[in-house]
């Protein structure tokens, strides 16, 4: 068996360092309009401080629409772009990969929370399934 602190390699993409990987977490540190908190930032950066191969940030909604929680990172706008960008730099000058984990909440993000109808690619109500095999 390899050691945990062995790199692993890919087929494509860089290796990473050892087998250490952060899980997304859902932490709700992030601005209100998903632009990357200090908070969100310290923390993630952290983790590829302390050595982590892998630095993968919460779920980033990349639709307003899609926000699922509050205090959830975004990836839908330029505006954006500033926190990512100085958050991806920090976690690659610590050797460690960074990677965002794309979310779309789809028919489960929250009204109160997105301010609007949910939208979503099915029309299915949310924990019923419909099934009537064409038969009417």
Not at 55 to 64: I, K, L, N, P, S
Not at 104 to 133: E, F, N, W, Y
Request: charged letters at 25%; hydrophobic letters at 35%.
């Amino acid at each position: 068996m390899n050691s945990l602190f062995s790199p692993l390699s890919f087929k494509r993409g860089p290796a990473m360092k050892n087998r250490f990987m952060l899980a997304p977490l859902t932490n709700q540190q992030s601005h209100e309009d998903g632009i990357c908190s200090e908070d969100e930032y310290r923390w993630l950066t952290k983790r590829a401080e302390g050595g982590f191969g892998l630095t993968m940030t919460c779920a980033a909604h990349v639709q307003a629409e899609g926000k699922g929680f509050p205090g959830q990172l975004g990836i839908f706008s330029d505006d954006h772009l500033p926190g990512l960008t100085r958050m991806a730099k920090t976690i690659k000058a610590n050797d460690s990969i960074a990677i965002v984990q794309l979310y779309h909440g789809g028919m489960r993000c929250p009204k109160d929370v997105i301010g609007t109808q949910p939208l979503s690619a099915s029309d299915k109500k949310m924990g019923r399934a419909r099934h009537d095999h064409g038969r009417g």
